[in-house]
């Protein structure tokens, strides 16, 4: 295995140079053969009882995207920040490993699409549209799990795929309900990924995508990057999951979306708990060969390891270069709940309803 793996869909940002406790240090990644990383800015669903009660999420979020810039500068000689899928495969040409943001979780843009339009120009190139919490965009998984009903994306929310679109910010849809997954591809016009997920049909945890949402990537001509989380992977019996369980996982979107259609996103140093034999990033080249050995083609495997997701970025680059030539504007939607806060003054200029508002011909 000479091409290593490039765009491994999602690790926490968690890392220091050797010797940690963690999946991930750069050392490691270099005897894993990692071409390519996203790096998730995660921040814990807020503990609130409305979606526009105030939080931290989105200062925590740019708190995040500042350090693991600041890494990627300080480790430049092996790794390179990357905004553009350009830029990616020429990284990994350069045997450097091609270092991108993602966001996990659109409760990190505090109910506002123009949040969703500062982290794209911050360098974030995808969101997962829900973590383990309902938001104002759409119904996480975990709801349906705890009993809670699936309301799949709501209104904002399809403003929010819209705006997504527009951008070249790629939708994930890891964490969401499976009424969130169908209703994203009934609308998106750029393919979309999933960054860490299993499938449904194997290991009947909510969290994991259906065969009909597999088979509806075809259209869509997005990308599930496998994770091997063993609760996703084998949900009766967990502790039996082993690195042959994932390769179950990753032939089953294979034979079910097609093999243009299956990536690898390990979760890394976003569990605890990952399946036998696959203890940290070294696992890659072995995973890649016990997935040779059931009889992928060096295309597919080729197609695995980083050239899906590549093209699903590249994709959404291409799509949001027409629509910005189409001469589409930013969406203006606004969350239908959002409450604004009103500085009462005497400026004739401020909005409508203020009562201290002194009259325009008073001003000369
Ligand atoms: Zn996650």
Redesign the pocket.
Known sequence: MDAGVLGDGKTEVDWMDVGLASHTDLKRLQEGRIGGQFWSVFVECPDTKHFDDPDHAVRDTIEQIDVAKRLFAHHSTNLTYCTTSSCAISSFKSRRIASMLGA?GLHQAGSALASIRQFFLLGVRYITLT?NCDNAFATAASTVTAGGKDSGLTAFGYAAVREMNRLGMMVDL??VSHDTMRDVLRVSRSPVMFS?SACYALAGNYRNVPDDVLRGLRENGGVVMVMFVKRFLNAVDPESADMQTAVDHIFHVADTAGWEHVGIGA?FD?TVTLADGIDDVTAYPRLIQAVMERGATDAQIRGLVGENILRVWRDNEINAAAFEAAGELPVEDVWVERRFSRWDNPLPVMLPGNKKRVQAEHYV
């Open positions: 996990e973590h890891s964490h860490h979760d976003g």
